[in-house]
């Protein structure tokens, strides 16, 4: 059912032919499919679905109408309307009779609800113009089937049962396979490489990261030297830190956070040093980025001093406002008289 509701749509002529285009910016790119399907019992699905273009949201799917919400202001003039159209109707059907399939498998094996099966799906391009392309099935958090974009085949990534009922199913629907195939061998490059080039303002963007050293004091013989990095853009960066202007080998004084993305596009990390107090050394944070222009941000730590220090100076200028008071009210007396 699934094979010959997808075939009703594909028929000749209706792939769209890439036009001839300027020269696509440098550097790898990627165009992703995500979609959720969180079965809470055979009539409730909670679903979502989105697609990314590196790390920028294009678009996702409207939950109840399953039409598509373009997420940029340039998304939608990249492709035609007919595209456009095409690509919604293929997805709804898609959706709709996977829901089937799945329901119907569980129904018949008696899985128990609820359940969840996320899948990914897309192509990555490459700076030589080469490219791959891959769908991946998961089910409840784990790696269930796989799909062999050039042999056309489903192959099962887990022994539980259910991925060998699910491949078994997927292989017996050759007009989906095939359908799949044309879609990431042709269509999802060349959608790309439009999007690429109707959105390089945003994916060529450059923000400059900043950066602060600080110290916390996570035991009595040590102290842990935190660099926030934030603010930046693109995700690519490079963090590391130098002692005495020499940078510090990896080994296990050395950690980090993933980067992380902020609310306003732009990504953080927390890089950590674990060292000795009073050790001697000094010690700087050292951030690479692209759009530092090839140079680094240095930021230095600077030790706190000892509270008793800043005990003894303000003890200091207490007594030396107490003498310099002494001294003018004798030479305000003095004056009087």
């Known amino acids: 059912m699934l094979a010959h509701l997808l075939l009703i749509i594909i028929v000749p002529g209706t792939w769209t032919v890439l036009e001839a285009l300027p020269p696509l910016p440098t550097g790898p790119h990627a165009l992703h499919i995500f979609l959720s399907l969180a079965f809470q019992n055979f009539t409730m699905v909670d679903i979502l679905a989105w697609s990314v273009l590196d790390d920028i949201v294009l678009a996702a799917l409207r939950k109840y109408t399953w039409e598509i919400i373009y997420l940029q202001p340039w998304v939608y003039p990249s492709l035609s309307v007919a595209e456009w159209e095409y690509l919604q109707d293929l997805f709804k059907i898609y959706v709709h009779n996977f829901i089937l399939l799945l329901n119907r498998d569980a129904e018949k094996y008696h899985e128990p609800y609820p359940f969840v099966y996320q899948s990914m799906t897309g192509c990555d391009l490459y700076p030589n113009g080469s490219y791959t392309k891959f769908y991946r099935l998961g089910y409840n958090g784990q790696d269930l089937i796989t799909f062999d974009v050039d042999k056309g085949l489903w192959e099962k990534q887990s022994r539980e049962n259910v991925a060998t009922r699910i491949e078994m199913d997927f292989n017996s629907f050759t007009g989906f396979s095939a359908t799949l195939q044309e879609l990431l061998n042709f269509t999802c490059v060349d959608h790309m490489k439009k999007f690429i080039l109707v959105g390089k303002e945003d994916l060529q963007r450059q923000v400059k990261p900043m950066a602060v050293v600080f110290a916390r004091v996570p035991g009595p013989v040590n102290l842990l030297l935190v660099c926030h990095v934030t603010g930046f853009y693109p995700r690519p960066v490079r963090v ?51 759009s530092l222009g090839g140079r680094s941000l240095l930021v230095p730590w600077v030790p706190e001093r000892p509270k008793t220090q800043h005990i003894m100076w303000i003890f200091i200028v207490i007594i030396l406002i107490t003498v310099v008071a002494i001294a003018g009210a004798r030479w305000w007396r003095r004056r009087r008289n």
């Open 240 to 290: 590391d830190w130098l002692r005495d202007g020499q940078e510090v080998p990896p080994g296990p004084e050395l950690n980090s956070t993933l980067t992380l993305p902020n609310a306003d596009l732009t990504y953080q990390l927390h890089s950590f040093l674990a060292v000795a107090p009073h050790d001697g050394h000094s010690y700087a944070c050292r951030v690479q980025h692209s």
